[in-house]
């Protein structure tokens, strides 16, 4: 099966400064990699997605970059916000299923 | 849009009771639902998969005497902790897909305290 491996587990940045978080995964098959922020006693919320056929996708100050070859994709916030502070998992589906795994977690802090 | 919708937030309760959890998604049909068990600063981790008008699929080593999953309906889905015991308190989050399959929409979780 999909194995994800998500690094670091902690972050720890400036307001102002790039957070950048790497998952990595073993299945090629894999064709869907959703990343989520979860705040403190609330669920995971979608905040970008990218599929297989794209490298890299933008939303404001979020990016996501993969590389296929490789098998690993990344996130990257710019400009953190103490409001960015929370845990991110990014995740992959393997192909055909609907089923994501999901990596371990990175708690992002931005100090003010 | 997108929005799941869990509910209760938070149950307390007695050793022995059992606990019913509803997830509702409320602008879109839920073709399948899932729910997830989460301990402190821990990752997700998958407990059932359920389609609408079929049983639910248990991931394994959790048993489906002790966690009901009911999928009625295309917009609601219950899991019911059945005698629940102080192990079973957890964080537990719901999340729902559409036809399209991803991406999964998370509810906003129970907090479950078995005291």
């Known amino acids: 099966g999909e194995n994800v491996e998500q690094h670091p587990s902690t972050l720890s940045v400036q307001e102002g400064d790039s957070a950048v978080i790497k998952c990595t995964y073993s299945d090629s098959a894999s064709n869907y990699f959703p990343w989520y922020k979860q705040e403190l006693g609330k669920g995971p919320q979608l905040i970008i997605d990218?599929?297989?056929?794209?490298g890299e996708k933008k939303d404001q100050r979020i990016a996501v970059t993969l590389n296929k070859t490789a098998k690993h994709f990344s996130l990257h916030i710019t400009e953190t916000q103490p409001e960015d502070s929370a845990v991110y998992f990014c995740a992959a589906n393997a192909g055909g299923s609907y089923i994501p795994t999901f990596g371990r977690g990175t708690s992002l802090i931005v100090h003010p | 849009g997108a929005v799941v919708s869990q509910h209760p937030s938070r149950v307390i309760c007695k050793s022995g009771t059992s606990v019913k959890i509803e997830c509702r998604s409320l602008?879109?049909?839920?073709?399948?639902m899932f729910w997830y068990r989460q301990f402190p600063k821990k990752s997700l981790m998958l407990m059932a998969t359920s389609n609408e008008g079929s049983k639910a699929t248990y991931e394994q080593g959790v048993e489906k005497d002790k966690f009901l999953i009911n999928h009625a309906s295309l917009t609601l889905s219950t899991l019911t902790v059945t005698s629940a015991h102080p192990e079973d308190s957890s964080f537990y989050i719901c999340?729902?897909?559409?036809?399209?399959?991803?991406?999964?929409?998370f509810g906003d979780g129970t907090r479950l305290s078995i005291l």
């Open positions: 602008d879109f049909q839920a073709t399948t």
């Open positions: 999340s729902a897909t559409d036809s399209e399959g991803q991406p999964q929409h």
């Open positions: 990218i599929r297989s056929n794209v």
